[in-house]
């Protein structure tokens, strides 16, 4: 079982940046997968990035890939998700998620934190 927080959302102009955190609560933090997803109004959570547990390996939505990076550090239990070069599209709730295995799709996640807001204004 493992907690997750998110922090560091926020209101940015186009162009800038914010840097999201997820920390988490509970065993084995540094043996998970973790993903970062957002999600639209009406619409299913999307895959953002995700990292696995030593932080070797990382996959990029095609429509974030070179622009947000995914990073983490398994001595303070945190993900982050560095975002840059923003766009208005990129306003959404961005969750943060664990699981054992890499996977883009949002069902194989068993654990989520609670979201947090990112705004984009043009």
């Known amino acids: 079982q493992v907690q997750l927080v998110e922090s560091g959302g926020g209101l940015v102009q186009a162009g800038g940046s914010l840097r999201l955190s997820c920390a988490a609560s509970g065993r084995s933090f540094s043996t998970y997968t973790m993903g970062w997803f957002r999600q639209y109004p009406g619409k299913e959570r999307e895959f953002v990035a995700s990292?696995?547990?030593?932080?070797?390996?990382?996959y990029y939505a095609d429509s974030v890939k070179g622009r947000f990076t995914i990073s983490r550090d398994n001595a303070k239990n945190t993900v982050y998700l560095q975002m840059n070069s923003l766009k208005p599209e990129d306003t959404a709730v961005y969750y943060c998620?664990?699981?054992?295995?890499?996977?883009?799709?949002?069902?194989?996640?068993?654990?989520w934190g609670q979201g947090t807001q990112v705004t984009v204004s043009s």
């Open positions: 990292i696995n547990w030593s932080g070797g390996s990382t």
């Open positions: 998620a664990a699981r054992n295995y890499y996977s883009a799709h949002a069902n194989d996640y068993p654990y």
